[in-house]
T-cell receptor
Framework: DAGVIQSPRHEVTEMGQEVTLRCKPI?????LFWYRQTMMRGLELLIY????????DSGMPEDRFSAKMPNASFSTLKIQPSEPRDSAVYFC???????????FGDGTRLSIL | AQSVTQLGSHVSVSEGALVLLRCNYS??????LFWYVQYPNQGLQLLLK??????LVKGINGFEAEFKKSETSFHLTKPSAHMSDAAEYFC?????????????FGTGTQLKVEL
């Protein structure tokens, strides 16, 4: 079975540009999570969805960040405008439900110059 | 609120030695507990999980963890370390009322295995 698929794997762009990260969860999973990982702050939950509906976006750092899940098989995380401090690895994960483990994608390594 | 504390951000063991990675949790309700492993340039991979069925949980790659309610601990062990075990390990907790399936992660422990 295909796991969680993220694209792109690497993104390098200049400050001020719009960045869109994409995620395809495992088919049948009801929950989708976006995380950010940095050396300084570790793993941070940004937002999660249940049945395509955002449930908790308290981890989204600023209005520059937005996330959507238009259907059960696709989600995007957008940063506009991007800043150097947004440089991090962004992970998407999905799971069946409460008590079930989360399955992670391989992440998008984002560098903002 | 739920939280986990991982003692030791870096642990170094010799190949063949016991691996012990410590995790203590805080939760007002019976928790779900997880250990994940992250290899360089990869996502997190589930090692094992505790969901109240048994206090001793066996996972992949020879790892196991024991849930001790009295100590609020969920330490990860492996009898004999292998070079391929070098990675970062994360303990996580979920199960808070109204928390959905949200995981709270510890800060991670980097395991180094030396010859």
């Amino acid at each position: 079975d295909a796991g969680v698929i993220q694209s792109p794997r690497h993104e390098v762009t200049e400050m001020g540009q719009e960045v869109t990260l994409r995620c395809k969860p495992i088919s049948g999973h009801d929950y989708l999570f976006w995380y950010r990982q940095t050396m300084m702050r570790g793993l941070e939950l940004l937002i999660y969805f249940n049945n395509n509906v955002p449930i908790d976006d308290s981890g989204m750092p600023e209005d520059r960040f937005s996330a959507k899940m238009p259907n059960a098989s696709f989600s995007t995380l957008k940063i506009q405008p991007s800043e150097p401090r947004d440089s991090a690895v962004y992970f998407c994960a999905s799971s069946l439900g409460e008590g079930y483990s989360q399955h992670f994608g391989d992440g998008t390594r984002l560098s903002i110059l | 609120a739920q939280s986990v504390t991982q003692l030791g951000s870096h642990v170094s063991v010799s190949e063949g030695a016991l691996v012990l990675l410590r995790c203590n949790y805080s939760s007002s309700v019976p928790p779900y507990l997880f250990w994940y492993v992250q290899y360089p340039n990869q996502g997190l991979q589930l090692l094992l999980k505790y969901t109240s069925a048994a206090t001793l949980v066996k996972g992949i790659n020879g790892f196991e963890a024991e849930f001790k309610k009295s100590e609020t601990s969920f330490h990860l062990t492996k009898p004999s370390a292998h070079m391929s075990d070098a990675a970062e390990y994360f303990c996580a907790v979920s199960g808070a009322p109204g928390g959905g399936n949200k995981l709270t992660f510890g800060t991670g422990t980097q395991l180094k295995v030396e010859l």
